[in-house]
């Protein structure tokens, strides 16, 4: 079974400009989350998904947003970039989003706004 | 606020040697406790898990104890090898929230 996957994996862009990201969970797979990962803050929650519905949110400004679609695909969109968007964007499929469920993270997307 | 402190890093270990990452966490109810390994370049690999109290989450010669009275999940290996050089990361999901928080990250590295 295919894992998850992230388009694209390497992106640049500069300030002000507006980013989309990608991400195909694995088949069957109905929950997707958004993490941001960086060196001074570590891995912190930004949203997830679950039939098209954006279920919980962690406390980032409303620049960033996603969206989910019937096929479970989700993408992120970042507005106004700003030098500290700068960071790994990691998603993760599970089957419901439950507590227990396993979360499985795909191989990221590296922003990098100069 | 739920939160997982983990053990400071880096750690630097000879290869066979022992090897503990200490977790603790902090939550309001009964958390489900994860640890992810990240290898350079890539992301967050599901090392073990663990639902409830006294569960022991093992995979490739990791193990870990939910530990309920001293709100622990302490990663261990009796043997590590150069390939395990990475960064463990310690997480805890809780109750209808869907998401995971994460410790900080321990990088290890281990020499031949």
């Known amino acids: 079974k295919a894992g998850v996957t992230q388009t694209p994996r390497y992106l640049i862009k500069t300030r002000g400009q507006q980013v989309t990201l990608s991400c195909s969970p694995i088949?069957?797979?109905?929950?997707v989350s958004w993490y941001q990962q960086t060196p001074g803050q570590g891995l912190q929650f930004l949203f997830e998904?679950?039939?098209?519905?954006?279920?919980n949110k962690g406390n980032f400004p409303g620049r960033f947003s996603g969206r989910q679609f019937s096929n479970s695909r989700s993408e992120m969109n970042v507005s106004t970039l700003e030098l500290g968007d700068s960071a790994l964007y990691l998603c993760?499929?599970?089957?419901?989003?439950?507590?227990?469920?396993?979360?499985?993270f795909g191989p990221g997307t590296r922003l990098t706004v100069l | 606020g739920d939160s997982v402190t983990q053990m400071e890093g880096p750690v630097t270990l000879s290869e066979e040697a022992f090897l503990t990452i200490n977790c603790t966490y902090t939550a309001t109810g009964y958390p489900s406790l994860f640890w992810y390994v990240q290898y350079p370049g890539e992301g967050l690999q599901l090392l073990l898990k663990?639902?409830?109290?006294?569960d022991k989450g093992s995979n490739k010669g990791f193990e870990a104890t939910y530990r309920k009275e001293t709100t622990s999940f302490h990663l261990e290996k009796g043997s590590v090898q150069v390939s395990d050089s990475a960064v463990y990361f310690c997480a805890l999901g809780l109750g209808s929230a869907r998401q995971l928080t994460f410790g900080s990250g321990t990088q290890l590295t281990v020499l031949p």
């Open positions: 993760a499929s599970s089957l419901s989003g439950g507590a227990t469920d396993t979360q499985y």
């Open positions: 088949s069957g797979h109905r929950s």
């Open positions: 663990a639902t409830k109290a006294d």
């Open positions: 998904y679950f039939s098209e519905t954006q279920r």
